[in-house]
């Protein structure tokens, strides 16, 4: 057989010449490895507003960021002869020198953030210092001064705008195409943008987040300013993970101080963490890593705690876990990844060991035992297998077959009258004629009778919908009805009351069917107030005070209260004189709309009343009125109506006072709590059975439900 010749192979190609890449070209690179989502632009714009010393941060998206990504600070904001430099590359007011980097304590220092933007996305900031007479506008593209419309001069523009800085990124990898298609579904980039909002206001308690669509009236996100830590969590990832939570601390000293002084030992660091117990079972870990308040990645860090966590968790059950560690400036380099979301420090072994046994310290003194909850679907009916199914229609057939002749008779007068038996699971064990715990407890109130037998419900009043013309009423009330879910609605209307559990925290527990719910009876309460004033929103019955107390008194007093007062840059009296403005500004509209009637001197006269069977606790009197200054939106007539009817609805909710009042005595603080618990159950309880048109977002972190009677059988069986 003759073999076939091999051809010969192509000569390699010669080498090719080595070109400069164009300015534009680079720049677009370099952009790509630090801007890969609108959640890394948001990023580090969230990093620019803390180190600007903002203590309100407010974003706002579009499409997943990909139409609009918006964000607002009140820091200190930018200077105006700085804004042409603002955009360029490596362009900071954090370092001059390389030696710089040792003594680092801002997030950002390399000044690419906002250029990388600029070459991929239209960029456009609103600033103003505290020293400037109005804001400056400007626009950027490729890191350069641009004109916001054809024909204008690119330099920036004066306008009108708050103390701080507004950054708007519009159209975020338009010139990008392949970027842009690699991306996920706008609503899983929205979901990334949240998580990385939450695990910074976690970390930054006193200072408040909050992140909305875009048209949309209320956010998603929202933080109060001066909060705590374990409140944040609380409030963030839900009261499942905060009522696990252990805390520790660490330090490179024995003593756990948490103290150091950087001039005298350059490796002296602290450790804060916040972690779950044993028993609570995530389906993944959830590391909050922060290194010196930044946000890190480390999977050194990651698998020591799972490690600790393997043997006692059961198998695919994962940990939360929050982590800040702080550490000299001079040990830590944060120039080894482009996005800064890596960190190397020295001593880290010895620094992860050391956190790590503090952590199985805490929590080998924690393991006593275990609670085991779940939650199943808030329907009232019970799914049952093929087989259970079976054994059921056997055992009537059973029944039947054993009555003989006369089950016959029985079957052919009529089918639909064969009695099936109800197995015990499934009996539904409750009374409307049973006494509750708190029922046998003698109360003080002026709706309850002395009598020793148990007090009826008190009887409501209908409420009818007032005549309304305003587009804005009608458009809430549309979203209150579409907001509706009507199988936790219908828990509610026939739920059977069973006790005030923990008045502090606002728990109760009801039953409905064969199910038992714990539930926030203020955020209920809450949302059935805010439903009432919709509902009679401008005919509003008067609560008259008298005498009537003086406003600026009442403001005062709350402003007072409130601590951190000097972040927002003014002094008590001038927050006072500015809430009191506002407020007797629109004194006519007040009184019109909401029966808030305010005289002239500056008296409060009359408050609407929601429910005539129910007064508010006037103790919160001060710090609603305070709250109408700065979190009604007076300037919108919609989300004006909305938010006002939210701080009404709050001022009427049971929940406690955040802050002190003067002590009383042990008698007399037992006789009130007695006395909230029984307002609770007979009116609270009684009106939301007939007002109250429950919202899907209760479900969240409002209602859960506690126990089942088909699967406590089920357990009890196995013993």
């Not at 987040?209 to 609380?234: D, M, N, W």
């Not at 005549?467 to 828990?491: G, M, P, Q, V, Y």
């Not at 502090?504 to 949302?527: D, F, G, P, S, W």
């Not at 209260?561 to 006072?576: K, L, Q, W």
């Amino acid at each position: 057989m003759a073999s076939s010749r091999r051809s010969p192979s192509p000569e390699p190609p010669g080498p090719q010449p080595i070109r400069r890449l164009h300015e534009s070209l680079i720049n677009r690179i370099a952009a790509g490895e630090i801007i890969h989502r609108p959640a890394s632009a948001l990023k580090e714009l969230l990093e620019n507003s803390l180190d600007a010393g903002s203590t309100s941060i407010q974003v706002t998206v579009k499409d997943g960021g990909m139409k609009l990504l918006q964000i607002q600070d009140n820091g200190c904001g930018i200077r105006k002869e700085d804004l042409p430099l603002l955009a360029e590359r490596f362009t900071t007011s954090k370092l001059s020198t390389f030696s710089d980097l040792s003594r680092l304590t801002t997030y950002g220092f390399r000044g690419e953030a906002l250029a990388s933007i600029s070459h991929v996305a239209h960029l456009t900031v609103i600033t103003k210092t505290k020293s400037n007479d109005c804001a400056w506008k400007a626009a950027y593209l490729d890191g350069s001064l641009v004109p916001m419309k054809a024909g204008y001069s690119p330099d920036p523009k004066p306008c009108a705008g708050n103390n701080g800085t507004t950054i708007i990124i519009e159209d975020m990898f338009y010139n990008t195409p392949t970027r842009m298609s690699a991306l996920r579904s706008s609503s899983e980039e929205y979901a990334r943008i949240l998580d990385v909002m939450t695990k910074y206001a976690v970390h930054n308690p006193k200072v408040s987040f909050g992140c909305k669509k875009a048209g949309s009236l209320s956010p998603e996100l929202s933080t109060p300013s001066c909060s705590e830590t374990s409140q944040a969590i609380r409030q963030l990832y839900g009261h499942s993970i905060a009522k696990e939570l252990l805390h520790v601390t660490a330090s490179s000293v024995s003593d756990d101080n948490t103290d150091m002084d950087d001039s005298e030992d350059p490796e002296a660091w602290s450790a804060e963490a916040y972690f779950t117990n044993v028993n609570y079972q995530g389906k993944k870990t959830a590391l909050l890593l922060f290194i010196n308040h930044r946000l890190v990645e480390s999977h050194r860090i990651k698998r020591s705690i799972e490690s600790i966590y393997s043997g006692i968790l059961p198998k695919s059950s994962f940990p939360f876990i929050y982590l800040s560690i702080n550490l000299d400036p001079r040990s830590v380099d944060v120039n080894v990844h482009p996005t800064k979301r890596e960190v190397h420090f020295l001593n880290e072994e010895t620094i992860i060991e050391r956190i790590s046994d503090a952590i199985q310290q805490k929590l080998a003194g924690q393991s006593q035992s275990r609670v085991f909850e779940y939650q199943t679907l808030l329907t009232g009916g019970t799914a049952q297998s093929g087989s259970r199914k079976g054994k059921e229609k056997a055992s009537n057939a059973d029944e039947v077959e054993g009555d003989g002749e006369e089950a016959e008779d029985d079957r052919r007068v009529s089918g639909s009258q064969v009695a099936k038996k109800v197995l015990s699971q499934h009996k539904v064990r409750t009374s409307l004629q049973d006494r509750t715990l708190d029922s046998m407890i003698p109360v003080t109130d002026p709706l309850r009778t002395d009598s020793d037998e148990p007090v009826t419900a008190i009887r409501l009043r209908d409420i009818k919908e007032s005549t309304c013309h305003f587009t804005s009423i009608t458009e809430l009330r549309r979203l209150a009805t579409k907001r509706i879910h009507h199988d936790l609605t219908e828990i509610i209307k026939k739920h059977t009351f069973v006790g005030v559990i923990d008045l502090c925290r606002c728990l109760t527990l009801i039953q409905h069917n064969k199910n038992l719910y714990m539930v926030n009876h203020a955020a209920l309460a809450e949302e059935m107030f805010y439903q009432l004033a919709l509902l009679q929103f401008g005919d509003y019955n008067r609560l008259k005070l008298d005498p009537p107390p003086s406003l600026r008194m009442l403001v005062k007093f709350a402003v007072d209260a409130e601590e951190d007062t000097a972040r927002s840059g003014m002094s008590e009296d001038e927050i006072v004189d500015r809430i009191v403005k506002t407020l007797m500004d629109r004194r006519e509209m007040l009184l019109e709309y909401f029966s808030l009637d305010i005289s002239e001197t500056g008296d409060v006269k009359t408050l609407p009343h929601l429910l005539r069977e129910y007064t508010p606790n006037l103790d919160k009197l001060p710090m609603f009125l305070m709250r109408l200054g700065p979190q009604v939106l007076w300037e919108s007539e919609q989300e004006c109506f909305g938010s006002f009817m939210r701080e009404l609805a709050y001022f009427y909710s049971p929940a406690p006072l955040s802050v002190g009042l003067a002590p009383a005595s042990d008698e007399d603080e037992q006789e009130n709590l007695k006395s909230e618990a029984w307002r609770i159950q007979n009116i609270l309880f009684q009106a939301m059975r007939k007002y109250l048109a429950a919202p899907k977002f209760l479900l969240d972190n409002d209602v859960v439900q506690v126990a089942s009677l088909p699967d406590l059988y089920r357990v009890f069986e196995r013993c």
